[in-house]
C-alpha cells in the first residue's frame, strides 16, 4: 500500500488542469447498455473507481479500447447479467448498472452494496421505484434478483429523498421502458443533468432536465444511438484544488473547469474572505489578509456538496474564530475528525454538527489514516499547512477519485510525495 508524505507550510502557485467528472462518468459509462452502437468518449477521469466500472462492465460482455482519456466502448454484446460481490464491495456506484440492465433484458442479480465509511447508503428508493415500474425485486444471499416479464412500463416515481444514483438508475431504467415515467423529487446535479442530455441526443424524449422533475418516454425494449460525447469536468475535484489554494493562502488558478457549477462553493471561499475570479473556463482564488469563519450545511445540488463538507472543515482549522459543520446527508460523514484532531485541530461533535474553533498555524503534522475518499483529502489539505510532516495512509481511498492528486499539488509547489508501507 502507498502512503502520501508531505513537507508543510509551502505556499502554493500556478495553475492546475481538472480532469472529468467521475460522478458523471459512472452512470454514463453504464448507460452504454442501452446503446445500439458503440460509443466514443473523450475526457474520462484516470480515477480507479473508472478502472472498476470498466472491469465489471467487462465482465458482463463490454468491449472497449481505452487510450488515456479517451475511448470507445461496445456494450451492444452483453450477455451476462450478474453484478458480483466482490466488484460491488469494492465500489457501490456499480449499483448504476441495475437499471439499464433490468430494462435491457429483463432480468439481472446485482449484489447489495454494503454500507461504505461514510454511513449505511441504502437503495431502498431504487428498488422501490423499479417494482413501482413493474419489476419483481427479490434479495438472495446479498443479491438483488430483479426480473420483469417484457419491458418495464412507464411509471411516476415519488423519491421520499433526492437521491443521485437513484434518480440516474431510474432515468436508465426509464429509457427503454414502455410508456412514460415522471420522477419527482429528482437529483438536479450536473452528473444527472449530463446523463439526460446524453439520452435526449441519442433521441429519447426527456423533459424537465435540470429540474426536480423529468419525463422520460420509453422506447420499449428498442436501444437507442449515442452520439460521441466529453464528460464534464470535476466539480468536486476543482472545489478541492481550490481549498488547496485557500488553506495555504495562496494564489491557485484552476482551468477547464465549468465555474456555475461551481457557484455554492464558491459563495463560501468568498465568505471566509477570499477573493474569487470567475473566467469562462477556469477560476482563480486569491489569499485573503485572514481566513474568517464559515457556517456550511450540506444539501443537494446546487447548494452546498457534502463532498467538499471535509475538505473545508480542514481550512476552518485555520480560520479565525468558530466555524460550524452540519452534514446533513450521510449518518457518519465526519471520519476526517479524529484524524484532524490528532493533528492539533480543536473540533467537537454533536450528532451531525460538527463546531471548529479555528487558530492559524494550530496543526502538527502526524501520522494520520485516510478513511473515505473525501475525508483522504481533507487530510492532505491539512498536511500542506502542519508544521513537521504529515504521513496519509491508506491513499487508495485517494486513488478511487483523484487523478493523480500529488502530481498535481507538486506541479504548484506543495512538497509531496507518494511512498511504498514498508
Ligand atoms: C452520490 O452518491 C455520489 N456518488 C456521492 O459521491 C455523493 O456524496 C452523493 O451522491 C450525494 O451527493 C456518485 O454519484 C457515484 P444519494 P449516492 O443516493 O447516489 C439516502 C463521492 O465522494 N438514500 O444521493 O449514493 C442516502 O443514504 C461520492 O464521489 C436512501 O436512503 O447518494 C443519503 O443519505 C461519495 N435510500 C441520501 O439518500 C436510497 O435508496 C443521498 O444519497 C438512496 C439514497
Redesign the pocket.
Known amino acids: 500500500m502507498d502512503y502520501l508524505e508531505i513537507i508543510g507550510k509551502n505556499k502554493l502557485s500556478g495553475s492546475v488542469k481538472i480532469s472529468g467528472a467521475?460522478?458523471a462518468a459512472?452512470p454514463l459509462l453504464a448507460s452504454t447498455i442501452l446503446s445500439s452502437n458503440e460509443v466514443k468518449i473523450t475526457n474520462l477521469p484516470n480515477v480507479a473507481d473508472i478502472k472498476t466500472l470498466l472491469k465489471l462492465l467487462g465482465m458482463l460482455g463490454t468491449e472497449y479500447d481505452q487510450n488515456n482519456t479517451d475511448i470507445v466502448i461496445d456494450s451492444t454484446n452483453v450477455n451476462k447479467t450478474t453484478a458480483t460481490y466482490d466488484i460491488v464491495k469494492t465500489m457501490?456506484?456499480s449499483i448504476l448498472v441495475l437499471g439499464p440492465l433490468l430494462a435491457r433484458f429483463g432480468h439481472c442479480e446485482v449484489s447489495l452494496p454494503g454500507g461504505c465509511a461514510?454511513?449505511?447508503?441504502?437503495?431502498?428508493?431504487?428498488l422501490k421505484a423499479l417494482e413501482l415500474m413493474g419489476a419483481k425485486i427479490e434479495l438472495k444471499s446479498g443479491y438483488i434478483v430483479a426480473t420483469v416479464d417484457g419491458a418495464l412500463k412507464g411509471a411516476t416515481i415519488v423519491f421520499d429523498?433526492?437521491?443521485?444514483?437513484?434518480t440516474e438508475n431510474i432515468i436508465m431504467a426509464a429509457t427503454l421502458a414502455e410508456g412514460k415515467t415522471t420522477i419527482v423529487n429528482a437529483?438536479k446535479?450536473p452528473?444527472v443533468i449530463q446523463l439526460c442530455e446524453i439520452l435526449l441526443d441519442a433521441g429519447v424524449q426527456i423533459k424537465g432536465i435540470g429540474t426536480n422533475r423529468i419525463e422520460i418516454v420509453g422506447t420499449n425494449k428498442k436501444l437507442v444511438p449515442f452520439k460521441p460525447f466529453k464528460i464534464i469536468p470535476d466539480r468536486?475535484e476543482a472545489g478541492t484544488y481550490l481549498c488547496a489554494g485557500a488553506i495555504t493562502n495562496s494564489k491557485i488558478k484552476i482551468e477547464n473547469i465549468i465555474p456555475l457549477h461551481l457557484d455554492a462553493i464558491l459563495a463560501k471561499f468568498e465568505e471566509m474572505g477570499y477573493k474569487i475570479l470567475r473566467e469562462e473556463n477556469s477560476v482563480t482564488i486569491f489569499p485573503t489578509k485572514h481566513i474568517k469563519p464559515v457556517n456550511i450545511t450540506t444539501t443537494?445540488y446546487p447548494g452546498f456538496?457534502?463532498?467538499m463538507q471535509a475538505q473545508f472543515m480542514a481550512i476552518a482549522t485555520m480560520a479565525n474564530g468558530v466555524s460550524i459543520v452540519d452534514e446533513k446527508?450521510?449518518?457518519n460523514r465526519f471520519m476526517h475528525v479524529s484524524e484532524l484532531i490528532r493533528m492539533g485541530a480543536n473540533i467537537a461533535l454533536n450528532g451531525t454538527v460538527a463546531t471548529i474553533t479555528g487558530t492559524p498555524n494550530q496543526l502538527i503534522g502526524t501520522d494520520v489514516m485516510a478513511t473515505d475518499?473525501?475525508a483522504s483529502s481533507a487530510l492532505v489539505l491539512a498536511g500542506l499547512v502542519a508544521s513537521n510532516i504529515t504521513k496519509v495512509h491508506r491513499i487508495y481511498h485517494l486513488d478511487r477519485?483523484y487523478d493523480k492528486l500529488e502530481n498535481k499539488l507538486k506541479n504548484i509547489g506543495a512538497n509531496i510525495i507518494r511512498k511504498k508501507e514498508n
Open positions: 467521475k460522478n459512472l457501490r456506484a461514510i454511513g449505511q447508503r441504502p437503495v431502498d428508493l431504487h429523498k433526492v437521491t443521485v444514483t437513484g437529483a446535479e452528473e468536486i443537494e456538496p457534502t463532498d446527508l450521510f449518518e475518499l473525501r477519485g
